[in-house]
């Protein structure tokens, strides 16, 4: 049986999906766009508002139409009831936002661990306390290793003090190894700062310090001129007050006396001799006063 | 002694760390400014502008001392602030009425930008037309010959396909192909200027047509703008050589001996093995078969050991 003729007629029932151009249309589906570069029609430009606006309007109906057809004919998947075009990687090359990431460099323990081949393990954050018979944290909040936790009782060593508070040296033992973890961190963050400006890391030390010191001889009232020197103190530069030469070319001299007095006359918006308004406010306020 | 930088909190560290370069960016962040006269027509460009480039969009409803082109410190401190890499600057005067900037920056610096002077528009409150829904995808249609061949439109178009973006898909909805931005370069000027560029949004209408393909229809939406290149800012060749990068991660990884030609079609190259002659299986010809006489004495030899044997 032969359909064709009711598939026809079937079809010009509705309005037609074909768009004619001459030079095939690019797209780039992965940004949604497309390019046509068909010559336009000069003359619809040129004439009335309303015939150019009719024309642009076909002109882009033709290639919504276009980029249509494309996008309804991608592969599809459905999720949620919808049906989603699955759309290839763009092809124009646009501009990033920000730089590529660049890589941190390992850290002393990372390097060393990498050496030894040892390998993080995940473990869990929590452990049994049987005292309690609860499961607490390591560490933190109402974790194990807190100082109330742990076991009110100490065994005072064989060698130590008799006298000696073992509390307080527990506290100071702790202090310590954080003290000690934050030094490493410190380290490791200038070795990689270093790193990045690409100094060794003792040069880097000592340029902060000169810096420091610096700093720290300007903040008295003599700006350190009564300092005792340190050994090795570096020579402070400042800047050199520098003065015009008493005899020299008159046209110089003559222009910057000229840009002076055309700034008083002229009066430039930021740096107005005088500010009028304020001048006013002046004079009323003064005025107000005496009839008080 | 240096310092280190360190959030105070987690809710800071989460919003530090989200500022930083990453392979797979945020999207992109518009601000829109105005400068410190404006008039009507760009105010309400710029709200547009703003409707359409919702929610990754920041509006300044301030007053601002600014003017890109010859300063670029105070665009680039609000780039900086807001954590945005394009921008839009409103202003007018005498010299240029209805000035609109439409730029991008790179690391917090400009990157590249274009002026247009507006000299028609029609608004989304002129018009009062159904709006898409916040959010949605624009399709980008750009039509005439100038979008290949003058390089400031080619920098306009590479400008408002940035702008309006969004976020980066693998797949699209088609129930969400809400609206079209088209923009149709007019005639080029006698010695190849750019003339007017159209900027039309239109929402879209799908009908039946009997095939898999709807019919389009389009219902203008606003803001319609006839807009003037200007000045334009090119970026610098290592700037964009930087902003262009693709990072290693994203980087397809090359696939031996498989290739594909401009059609789209694949190619692949086996290596086989080296051939054994002796071993391949010919046409049975009796004249190639292997005597049978060589074997048959041996055997038959053994026959007669065995029997000697017994």
């Given at each position: 049986?032969?359909?064709?003729?009711?598939?026809?007629?079937?079809?010009?029932?509705?309005?037609?999906?074909?768009?004619?151009?001459?030079?095939?249309?690019?797209?780039?589906?992965?940004?949604?766009?497309?390019?046509?570069?068909?010559?336009?029609?000069?003359?619809?430009?040129?004439?009335?508002?309303?015939?150019?606006?009719?024309?642009?309007?076909?002109?882009?109906?033709?290639?919504?139409?276009?980029?249509?057809?494309?996008?309804?004919?991608?592969?599809?998947?459905?999720?949620?009831?919808?049906?989603?075009?699955?759309?290839?990687?763009?092809?124009?090359?646009?501009?990033?936002?920000?730089?590529?990431?660049?890589?941190?460099?390992?850290?002393?323990?990372?390097?060393?661990?990498?050496?030894?081949?040892?390998?993080?393990?995940?473990?869990?954050?929590?452990?049994?306390?049987?005292?309690?018979?609860?499961?607490?944290?390591?560490?933190?909040?109402?974790?194990?290793?807190?100082?109330?936790?742990?076991?009110?009782?100490?065994?005072?060593?064989?060698?130590?003090?008799?006298?000696?508070?073992?509390?307080?040296?527990?506290?100071?033992?702790?202090?310590?190894?954080?003290?000690?973890?934050?030094?490493?961190?410190?380290?490791?963050?200038?070795?990689?700062?270093?790193?990045?400006?690409?100094?060794?890391?003792?040069?880097?030390r000592k340029r902060e310090l000169q810096k420091a010191l610096v700093l720290s001889k300007q903040s008295t009232a003599s700006l350190g001129k009564f300092d005792a020197k340190l050994k090795g103190e570096p020579k402070i530069k400042g800047i050199k007050r520098k003065f015009e030469p008493l005899v020299g070319s008159v046209d110089k001299e003559k222009t910057k006396n000229m840009a002076i007095l055309n700034k008083v006359n002229k009066g430039d918006s930021k740096a107005t001799v005088l500010n009028?308004?304020?001048?006013?406010?002046?004079?009323?306020?003064?005025?107000?006063?005496?009839?008080? | 002694?240096?310092?280190?930088?360190?959030?105070?909190?987690?809710?800071?560290?989460?919003?530090?760390?989200?500022?930083?370069?990453?392979?797979?960016?945020?999207?992109?962040?518009?601000?829109?400014?105005?400068g410190s006269t404006t008039s009507k027509v760009i105010q309400d460009t710029l709200k547009d502008l703003f409707a359409l480039r919702k929610p990754e969009a920041v509006n300044f409803t301030k007053k601002n001392e600014i003017h890109p082109f010859d300063d670029e410190?105070?665009?680039?401190?609000?780039?900086?602030?807001?954590?945005?890499?394009?921008?839009?600057?409103?202003?007018?005067?005498?010299?240029?009425?209805?000035?609109?900037?439409?730029?991008?920056?790179?690391?917090?610096?400009?990157?590249?930008?274009?002026?247009?002077?507006?000299?028609?528009?029609?608004?989304?409150?002129?018009?009062?037309?159904?709006?898409?829904?916040?959010?949605?995808?624009?399709?980008?249609?750009?039509?005439?010959?100038?979008?290949?061949?003058?390089?400031?439109?080619?920098?306009?178009?590479?400008?408002?396909?940035?702008?309006?973006?969004?976020?980066?898909?693998?797949?699209?909805?088609?129930?969400?192909?809400?609206?079209?931005?088209?923009?149709?370069?007019?005639?080029?000027?006698?010695?190849?200027?750019?003339?007017?560029?159209?900027?039309?949004?239109?929402?879209?209408?799908?009908?039946?047509?009997?095939?898999?393909?709807?019919?389009?229809?389009?219902?203008?939406?606003?803001?319609?703008?006839?807009?003037?290149?200007?000045?334009?800012?090119?970026?610098?060749?290592?700037?964009?050589?930087?902003?262009?990068?693709?990072?290693?991660?994203?980087?397809?990884?090359?696939?031996?001996?498989?290739?594909?030609?401009?059609?789209?079609?694949?190619?692949?190259?086996?290596?086989?093995?080296?051939?054994?002659?002796?071993?391949?299986?010919?046409?049975?010809?009796?004249?190639?078969?292997?005597?049978?006489?060589?074997?048959?004495?041996?055997?038959?030899?053994?026959?007669?050991?065995?029997?000697?044997?017994?």
């Amino acid at each position: 049986m032969d359909v064709s003729g009711i598939l026809e007629s079937q079809k010009s029932k509705f309005k037609s999906i074909q768009v004619n151009r001459l030079i095939p249309v690019e797209f780039d589906l992965g940004l949604l766009a497309s390019f046509d570069i068909n010559m336009t029609d000069e003359a619809k430009f040129r004439s009335d508002k309303a015939t150019r606006e009719a024309y642009l309007k076909e002109l882009s109906r033709e290639g919504a139409q276009l980029m249509i057809n494309e996008l309804f004919s991608l592969p599809t998947t459905v999720d949620d009831d919808s049906y989603y075009a699955s759309l290839p990687k763009p092809i124009t090359v646009l501009p990033r936002e920000k730089p590529i990431p660049k890589e941190k460099p390992m850290t002393r323990w990372e390097k060393f661990a990498k050496f030894k081949g040892i390998q993080k393990r995940k473990s869990s954050g929590k452990v049994f306390d049987e005292t309690s018979g609860e499961w607490r944290r390591k560490y933190g909040f109402k974790g194990v290793n807190n100082d109330d936790q742990k076991p009110w009782l100490i065994e005072v060593p064989g060698n130590a003090n008799q006298y000696e508070d073992q509390y307080k040296v527990r506290r100071e033992e702790k202090k310590e190894r954080i003290e000690k973890n934050n030094r490493r961190s410190q380290r490791n963050y200038e070795e990689r700062v270093a790193a990045e400006k690409g100094m060794k890391p003792h040069e880097m030390r000592k340029r902060e310090l000169q810096k420091a010191l610096v700093l720290s001889k300007q903040s008295t009232a003599s700006l350190g001129k009564f300092d005792a020197k340190l050994k090795g103190e570096p020579k402070i530069k400042g800047i050199k007050r520098k003065f015009e030469p008493l005899v020299g070319s008159v046209d110089k001299e003559k222009t910057k006396n000229m840009a002076i007095l055309n700034k008083v006359n002229k009066g430039d918006s930021k740096a107005t001799v005088l500010n009028v308004r304020k001048a006013q406010r002046a004079l009323n306020n003064a005025k107000r006063a005496a009839k008080k | 002694m240096l310092t280190q930088p360190k959030a105070k909190n987690a809710r800071t560290k989460r919003f530090l760390t989200n500022r930083d370069p990453k392979v797979n960016e945020n999207v992109k962040t518009a601000i829109f400014v105005r400068g410190s006269t404006t008039s009507k027509v760009i105010q309400d460009t710029l709200k547009d502008l703003f409707a359409l480039r919702k929610p990754e969009a920041v509006n300044f409803t301030k007053k601002n001392e600014i003017h890109p082109f010859d300063d670029e410190t105070g665009i680039e401190f609000f780039a900086r602030k807001n954590d945005s890499s394009l921008f839009a600057v409103g202003m007018h005067s005498k010299k240029r009425p209805h000035n609109l900037i439409l730029g991008r920056t790179f690391n917090y610096q400009i990157l590249d930008m274009i002026e247009l002077g507006i000299e028609g528009c029609t608004t989304m409150e002129d018009l009062k037309t159904k709006a898409c829904s916040v959010g949605t995808k624009p399709l980008m249609v750009f039509n005439g010959e100038g979008f290949n061949q003058n390089e400031d439109l080619i920098r306009l178009k590479s400008i408002l396909l940035d702008f309006f973006r969004g976020e980066a898909a693998d797949k699209v909805s088609l129930k969400g192909l809400e609206y079209v931005i088209t923009v149709t370069a007019g005639p080029l000027g006698p010695n190849g200027e750019p003339g007017l560029v159209f900027f039309r949004p239109y929402t879209t209408v799908f009908k039946k047509s009997g095939m898999r393909q709807p019919r389009v229809e389009l219902e203008e939406m606003g803001p319609s703008l006839d807009l003037r290149i200007r000045r334009v800012r090119y970026p610098s060749d290592d700037m964009m050589k930087m902003a262009t990068k693709v990072p290693k991660e994203l980087k397809q990884t090359k696939v031996k001996n498989i290739s594909r030609d401009g059609m789209g079609d694949k190619y692949g190259r086996v290596h086989l093995g080296k051939q054994d002659i002796n071993k391949i299986q010919t046409r049975k010809v009796k004249a190639l078969k292997k005597k049978l006489d060589d074997k048959q004495p041996a055997s038959k030899k053994q026959r007669t050991m065995d029997v000697d044997s017994d």
